[in-house]
């Protein structure tokens, strides 16, 4: 006859291990949906090909002193691999000239290389300060990386009402080791999958900065673009805010325009 005790020992051991397989059930379940909004979010926007955009860059400093810079950022997308982009800066003068290229990859680190007219030299940003500041502000390098699938663990979150619009929260776990990150945790607006808001959390987890998407305009009545992004640190008190004035689609940009080589030549 078996014992009390052991019946109960039984009964508990057999609880757990249903709990736990319901519990792996869950987590996968997340880890799926996640992926696939992600997915979903990509294949929305694939297909562009090219762009030119003018913008001008806010910096505000904790004591609400905004200092204010114009750049031009072009941009490739590249079959099978990460898109390519070229950013200059034409003002102020203490920065005119200064260029910034970045080709994103699916697998392996980003390719990104500075150049500082100061300077007079071409300098590769090491991917351990990637999660750096860009030219003072408040987007570190990874930041201005495409967005790749292939780069994160997805969590499907849930769902949230925001700013009227219905969307989808998703957590996304970068796999880069230098990553400035643990984590990162985005709104998608459920109609478009359009990047509503995305909360970064640093290397101890606690909230590092928010970045807020608005202004959504359509190009080529298929793809979103937000003329205005606004992101915050919450543990300065600076913030960004890129500001979109002029974007043009289809100017027949290749490869040859964002290669290392003509970087210190790029006006």
């Avoid at 100061?118 to 502000?137: D, E, H, T, W, Y």
């Avoid at 606004?230 to 689609?249: A, C, D, P």
Wanted: avoid cysteine.
């Amino acid at each position: 006859m078996i014992s009390t005790t052991t019946l109960r020992t039984f009964i508990g051991a057999v609880t757990m291990a249903v709990i736990s397989v319901s519990a792996s059930a869950d987590i996968s379940e997340s880890a799926e949906r996640g992926l696939a909004i992600a997915q979903e979010r990509k294949a929305r926007d694939e297909g562009w090909g090219d762009s030119v955009a003018q913008l001008s860059m806010e910096l505000r400093n904790p004591q609400g002193e905004v200092s204010t810079r114009e750049l031009r950022i072009s941009t490739l997308e590249v079959d099978g691999d990460g898109d390519k982009g070229l950013t200059i800066f034409d003002q102020p003068r203490d920065i005119q000239g200064s260029a910034f290229l970045n080709h994103s990859h699916v697998e392996g680190a980003d390719d990104q290389w500075l150049y500082l007219p100061a300077l007079r030299r071409v300098k590769r940003i090491a991917s351990q300060n990637k999660s750096g500041p860009f030219m003072g502000s408040e987007f570190a390098y990874e930041d201005l990386s495409s967005f790749e699938i292939e780069k994160y663990t997805f969590r499907f979150v849930g769902e949230e009402s925001l700013n009227g619009s219905e969307t989808f929260v998703v957590e996304q776990i970068p796999h880069d080791e230098f990553s400035g990150y643990t984590r990162q945790v985005v709104w998608l607006d459920q109609q478009h999958y359009r990047a509503l808001k995305i909360e970064f959390y640093d290397r101890k987890d606690a909230l590092l900065k928010t970045l807020v998407f608005s202004d959504y305009q359509l190009y080529q009545d298929q793809f979103w673009r937000a003329h205005t992004m606004v992101m915050e640190n919450h543990q300065t008190g600076k913030s960004t805010t890129l500001l979109t004035h002029e974007l043009t689609f289809g100017t027949g940009l290749t490869d040859a325009d964002f290669r290392q080589e003509t970087l210190s030549r790029a006006r």
